[in-house]
């Protein structure tokens, strides 16, 4: 009886299972037809370089940079991207600190052209040493950003709570005259001598 009722429980499962299987496959399809459907778009355009421009002071504009680095063969675009700080309009009454910094991005369509945003690095703009490199692990924006992850703020503070305290076994220092016998002593049972 019982190999009977699992069997019969077997066949009602399998034709729900067909049942659903049906649906699971034209909705697969219809996803794969979507899926063709999108125009996929490379992430790096092999035609393109980059160069990341850091160290900008917050109140610089596109057009400040577009006429720093103009004289690059093939400049294609020029991106501001906010390093750290406030994602604002900047004025020229709103107070600032060092931390309100932000990055460029460069795209030149010759290898020339790279080559000589890279000698800008060191140039000035706005009081502001430029720091020009091929990635933005190079940027000081990226440094301080990581120190700030992965160091927090302020003292690291830790926690002594977890730690277990282990037996201690005290040896007087003038009686010389007991053996110690190391086999009984643990491996956990350090030994202080006073």
């Given amino acids: 009886m019982r190999i009977y009722t699992h069997h019969a429980c077997h066949i009602k499962r399998s034709k729900l299972l067909t049942k659903d299987r049906s649906q699971r496959i034209t909705i697969s399809k219809k996803a794969a037809r979507k899926r063709a459907s999108v125009k996929r778009r490379s992430r790096r355009d092999p035609d393109r370089f980059c160069a990341y421009v850091g160290n900008l002071h917050p109140f610089t504009t596109i057009e400040e940079i577009t006429d720093l680095f103009q004289h690059c063969d093939g400049l294609v675009e020029i991106r501001l991207r906010i390093g750290h700080g406030f994602a604002v309009y900047p004025s020229r009454h709103m107070l600032i600190s060092d931390l309100d910094v932000q990055f460029a991005t ?44 992965f160091h927090g703020a302020g003292a690291v503070q830790r926690n002594f709570g977890s730690l277990r305290a282990e037996a201690t076994e005290i040896i007087p220092e003038e009686d010389h005259r007991e053996v110690i016998i190391w086999s009984r002593l643990s491996t956990n049972m350090p030994v202080s001598i006073m």
């Avoid at 460069?106 to 000035?124: C, F, I, P, R, T």
């Avoid at 040493?129 to 950003?145: I, K, N, S």
Wanted: hydrophobic content about 45%; overall charge neutral.
């Fill in 106 to 149: 460069v795209q030149v369509s010759e290898w020339n052209g790279l080559v000589q945003a890279m000698k800008m690095n060191g140039s000035y703009l706005a009081g502001r040493r430029l720091v020009v490199g091929l990635t933005t692990a190079a940027l000081p924006e990226m440094d301080r950003l990581l120190y700030e992850q």
